[in-house]
C-alpha cells in the first residue's frame, strides 16, 4: 500500500532507531534526561530563542501556548481554517477559557489590515472580550500547505507589539514552508512569542513536538505541560529520534515538495479531475468533477494500492512524506493516468 493519506504515517528509519537505542536517558520530570535538556537548548538556539520544552503532541504544545498567553475570557484571533480551532478539540475554550476570533482568510492566511480592523475597539469597549493573542499557522495544513509571506508576518508583528498583544505561531510544518521558502529558524525567532514545531510530520520522528519562547514562558509552559499530563519520564529516547531528525531530514524535505507537484502535475491532466490547488509543500489538494463521486475516485485509488483521504465539500488529499519514495511516485503517476 502506497501511504499518502499524511505525513504522519512515517516509521522510524534504522538510522533514527539507532540513535534512540543508544540513548542516554534520566527522569525527565527532575529535568535529568541529558538527551531531552540538550534537545530543548538546540531547538531554542536554533530559533534565536532562551528556551525551549519537549512534548508529546503539536495539540498539546500549542494548547500551552494558548493557556500561558491568554486569561480565561479573553480573545484569540486565527485564520478561519486554523489547527488551533478546527482540530484541537475546542481546548482554547476548554483548557484556557479563550474566544476564538475567526479571520475570514486565504487558503488559511489572512492580511494585516484584517486583523487591525477586528481588534478595534476591542479594548476600550467592556462588552467586548479581551483582545490577547493572535495565532497563526505555517504551513496551513487545511490551506494546502501553503506558506505565509514573512513581510505579512512582520506586518502582523508589529500590530500586536502596537496593541499589546501576544503572537503564537502554530509551525507544525514551519520546517516545510522554511525549505520551501528559503528561510531561517531566527527569522522566526525574533517575531513570534511561542512557536511550536511538530517532528512527527514531515521530519518523521514517531513522537514528538516543542515548544519555544522566552525563559518566563517555558517555566509556566512547565507548569501547564505538567497539569495538561504531558510531563515525561526517560522520553530521552523520544527526544534522541527528534534529534536525529533535526540533523538528518530537514534539507530533504525538498524531495517532498518536488513529488507532490509531480502528482498535482498528473492530477492536473486527469479528466475526473477538476482543479488542483496551488502546490507549495507537500500537501496536495484536489476536487474531483462534479459528475463524479469523491468516494469513487479514492476507492479507484485504493484498488491500485493508494490510500488518500477525504478533506470534505469534494476536497481530497494527498501528502508526500520520508516513506514515500521515487518509484511509489511512478507507480502514483501511473494510476492516476490510467484512471
Ligand atoms: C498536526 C498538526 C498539529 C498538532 O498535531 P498533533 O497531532 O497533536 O501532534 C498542529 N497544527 C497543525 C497545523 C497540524 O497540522
Not at 104 to 116: I, K, N
Not at 251 to 265: C, F, N, Q, S, W
Not at 295 to 319: C, E
Request: net charge negative; aromatic share 6%.
Amino acid at each position: 500500500m502506497i501511504n499518502l493519506i499524511s505525513d504522519t504515517v512515517t516509521k522510524p528509519t534504522k538510522g533514527m532507531l539507532k540513535a534512540m537505542m543508544g540513548a542516554e536517558v534520566g527522569d525527565d520530570v527532575f529535568k535529568t534526561d541529558p538527551t531531552v535538556n540538550k534537545l530543548q537548548s538546540k531547538v531554542a538556539e536554533m530559533f534565536g530563542m532562551e528556551d525551549a520544552l519537549f512534548f508529546p503532541s503539536g495539540t498539546m504544545a500549542n494548547q500551552t501556548a494558548i493557556k500561558i498567553l491568554t486569561q480565561p475570557g479573553d480573545k484569540m484571533f486565527c485564520d478561519k481554517w486554523a489547527h488551533v480551532y478546527n482540530f484541537e478539540g475546542g481546548g482554547a475554550a476548554f483548557n484556557a477559557g479563550v474566544t476564538s476570533h475567526l479571520l475570514d482568510g486565504e487558503r488559511g492566511m489572512f492580511e494585516p489590515e484584517q486583523l487591525t480592523e477586528a481588534i478595534s475597539g476591542s479594548r476600550s469597549d467592556i462588552h467586548v472580550p479581551y483582545a490577547r493573542l493572535v495565532a497563526i499557522e505555517n504551513t496551513t495544513n487545511k490551506g494546502g500547505g501553503a506558506c505565509w509571506d514573512y513581510e505579512k508576518l512582520v506586518k502582523i508583528r508589529k500590530i500586536c507589539s502596537k496593541n499589546d498583544l501576544a503572537l503564537h505561531l502554530d509551525g507544525a510544518r514551519l520546517f516545510n514552508a522554511l525549505v520551501a521558502k528559503k528561510e531561517s529558524t531566527e527569522q522566526y525567532g525574533k517575531i513570534f512569542d511561542t512557536i511550536s514545531i511538530c517532528m512527527s510530520k514531515g521530519l518523521g520522528a514517531p513522537v514528538g513536538s516543542l515548544l519555544v519562547g522566552s525563559k518566563d514562558h517555558i517555566e509556566r509552559a512547565l507548569r501547564v505541560r505538567k497539569l495538561f499530563g504531558g510531563a515525561m519520564r526517560q522520553s530521552g529516547y523520544l527526544a534522541a529520534a527528534v534529534d536525529y531528525a533535526l540533523d538528518n531530514h530537514i534539507e530533504r524535505l525538498a524531495i517532498d515538495h518536488t513529488r507532490a507537484k509531480v502528482i498535482g502535475a498528473s492530477l492536473q491532466r486527469c479528466e475526473l479531475i477538476k482543479n488542483v490547488e496551488p502546490i507549495e509543500t507537500n500537501i496536495v489538494i484536489f476536487n474531483v468533477i462534479d459528475s463524479i463521486n469523491e468516494n469513487d475516485f479514492i476507492s479507484r485509488m485504493n484498488d491500485a494500492g493508494i490510500s488518500l483521504i477525504s478533506m470534505g465539500s469534494g476536497k481530497l488529499r494527498m501528502v508526500t512524506h520520508l516513506d514515500f519514495t521515487e518509484e511509489m511516485l511512478e507507480r502514483v503517476v501511473l494510476t492516476i493516468e490510467n484512471i
